[in-house]
């Protein structure tokens, strides 16, 4: 068909975003409400955590899922207010007050920016996938774990709406995905609540919801160097908590829905969110893995619009209809969490199968990682505890390969070592002792073909090693080496063992 037989319609059609379809708008914006209200009470008891009104950790879940909705770097991920975020900037609240919090999260904001702009993302590829594993295994222990309190002492009509949620969310989707199960749950245990008069837990028992939206503002702080050097080390670690939550989870999404994302803009976009937070007087945040995973994997959103509704659909719910949300059970927001855990706790890494396959290092590495985060509630001390001892493992692994073997000439005029392997520190360590310094014949030869030099550990071990030939009259000659070995070489050789 010829470019003038085509429709005006048609050729708008083709410039139209992939979530103005009918079919993408309706998952978009049904995902966006689902998560909306599972942010509620994740929102209320962040705020506790950190010390704050209730209505501090729900504005702060509207501007940062609505900013991070235009500015991130992974479209479908939802950064709200987050417990790791609260426990690090609480004790800041408790010893100077608000308005010190609310500055230390325009701070952060602003070392999230610089550090994004400094390439911080593109550390991630240096997490290990059992780091990764692990990561994600802890993070749904700590989502269930987190649940457990409000199936504990309450009443046992709880128990039946736990139980009632938990197979409509198992069953539904058998009969029509148009709809997420998560929301039909939601309605379905919540008007069986209000209509028999049943007495449970709700949502409006976690605290007051705001009545209008967040308005902007300075923080009520002395502008001074003193007040910087006060929040500074609160910000810097709320700034890099943050991150390293963000970009993980912005890695898991990537796996899941086979996509790639600019780990670069998502650093900056988390610190132009927290920025934004802190004017608007919120708690700050970053990327939630629960609330990710119901959006993604539940609902199935993809774009950044369901993102922004998300934040938009919460200050709705909150202010319009806020005491239909107020009665909300419980029980069934706990249902849909439970489920998320069970969807994202990776089960093929822990089953028999897997364990009798996967190297030892692997296990101990993704059992680190899991016990750290579980014990400590910080998924960057586990991130980072896990990530140390991928390295060890690997190192000692690596190391191993590393050998020495010897051949002397028929006539005994000379020896050659053939070196194999990566020599760094943790094989070049025991390089020295591999040679018979005073057996061996006035010519020694080490011939490091099969042999790459990594770091100054190696090029010292060479040293002594020439060192303790010459002190005994032999001469030696190293040969083979590679460019990048060789420059390294050159550079340091004799610079690094002192001759005695």
Known sequence: MPDSAVSVPARLRSFRPSWLSPKVLRTEVLAGLVVALALIPEAISFSIIAGVDPAIGLFASFTMAVTIAVV???????????????????PLNRQHGFGYLVAAVILAGVFQIVLGALGVGRLM?????????????????????????????????????????????????RITTAVPAPLVSIAVL?????A??????????????PASLPVPGLPDVPFTLDTLATIAPYAFAMALVGLMESLMTAQLVDEITDTRSSKAREAVGQGIANIVTGFFGGMGGCAMIGQTMINVKVSGARTRLSTFLAGVFLMVLCIVFGPVVSDIPMAALVAVMVMVCFATFDWHSVAPRTLKRMPAGEIVVMTVTVVCVVATHNLAVGVVTGSVTAMVVF???VARLADVTAVIDPDGGQVVYAVTGQLFFASSNELVGRFDYAGDPDRVVID??????????????????????RRRGKTVEI??????????????????????
Not at 81 to 87: F, K, N
Not at 130 to 148: C, E, K, R, T
């Open 72 to 90: 991130g770097g992974r479209p479908a991920m939802i950064s709200a207010a987050t417990g790791a975020v609260a426990l690090v900037i609480a």
């Open 479 to 500: 040969t083979g080496l590679n460019g990048p070995s060789a420059g390294l070489h050159g550079s340091l050789s004799g610079e690094l063992t002192a001759a005695g």
């Open 196 to 209: 028999a008069g049943i007495t449970v837990p709700t949502v409006g028992g976690k605290g007051a919801l």
């Open 395 to 397: 190192a000692k692994r």
């Open 125 to 173: 590829r240096f997490i290990p996938r059992s780091v990764m594993v692990g990561f994600v295994n802890s993070l749904a222990i700590l989502v269930f774990m987190a649940q457990v309190p409000q199936l504990w002492d309450v009443p046992w009509a709880v128990y039946l709406l736990f139980a009632a949620g938990l197979a409509l969310l198992v069953l539904f989707p």
């Open 190 to 194: 919540t008007v069986i609540t209000v």
């Open 448 to 469: 490091l073909s099969a042999a790459h030099i990594w770091d100054a550990s190696s090029v010292a071990a060479l040293d002594a090693i020439e060192h303790r030939y």
